[in-house]
């Protein structure tokens, strides 16, 4: 069931809430927030902040275009082909801001996701919500959402549960998953061997 944790006396961990997160990523949260766009950060920064590791990359989501990004930030640029998302960078520091992509079974017939005959995503830039870009991340432990300034986590796969069981769980079907990209293999593997958890059957 999807679940979206908010902040409360027990809902958002003291961890996250106390955690010291890169100056820049909250500056990207916080001026796309105030042009009216959610933003969270995502991924590895708030995951490896729950298991105690110091975050090192820090990704920002929002339903803001890569253009309307850019617009934002002047000292940023779109990248990418297959996966268009806008570098937000100063002198010292480089943030990652990805667009809510839509969920791929959805968008079969876009002419913006491009597969191969054997499934494999090759272009995929249809933008979505939330809730679908939640869909579209690997593993539950990096579907982790995290408003910082209004101290509010963004559970839909229960990755909170499975980072304190130490496992790691696909969202969606392994096969497909992994069909779509293969790297995703390899990604469970990396992340097994750095965080000592284990990967779901």
Request: net charge positive; proline share 3%.
């Given at each position: 069931?999807n ?16 955690n010291?997160?890169s ?13 009216n ?12 902040s729950?298991?105690?590791i110091?975050?090192k990359?820090?990704?920002?989501s929002t ?7 850019r ?8 990248i ?14 480089l ?9 791929a079974?959805?968008?079969?017939n ?10 494999k995503?090759l ?21 982790l959402y ?5 101290n ?12 304190k ?6 969202i ?7 069909e ?12 097994g ?9």
């Open positions: 069931m679940k979206k944790t908010k902040a409360s006396s027990s809902g958002t961990p003291k961890i996250l809430s106390n010291k997160f100056p820049l990523s909250m500056e990207v949260v916080k001026k796309l927030k105030k042009n766009f959610q933003a969270y950060l995502v991924g590895g920064c708030v995951r490896d729950l298991v105690g110091k975050a990359d820090f990704d920002v339903n803001a275009t890569p253009e309307e990004v617009r934002i930030f002047r000292s940023s640029r779109i990418g082909k297959r996966f268009r998302l806008v570098h937000v960078f100063s002198r010292n520091e943030i990652e801001v990805s667009t809510f992509r839509a969920d079974s959805k968008t079969n876009n002419s913006e996701v491009v597969k191969d005959t054997e499934g995503i272009r995929d830039n249809v933008w979505g919500s939330l809730e679908e870009d939640c869909i579209r991340r690997d593993f539950s432990i990096n579907a995290f408003d910082p300034l209004e509010n986590l963004c559970d839909f796969h229960n990755g909170l549960e499975h980072i069981k130490k496992t790691i769980v696909s969606g079907n392994p096969l497909i998953r992994f779509e990209d293969p790297v995703r293999s390899l990604r469970a593997i990396r992340f061997s750095k965080l000592k958890f284990k990967i779901s059957n």
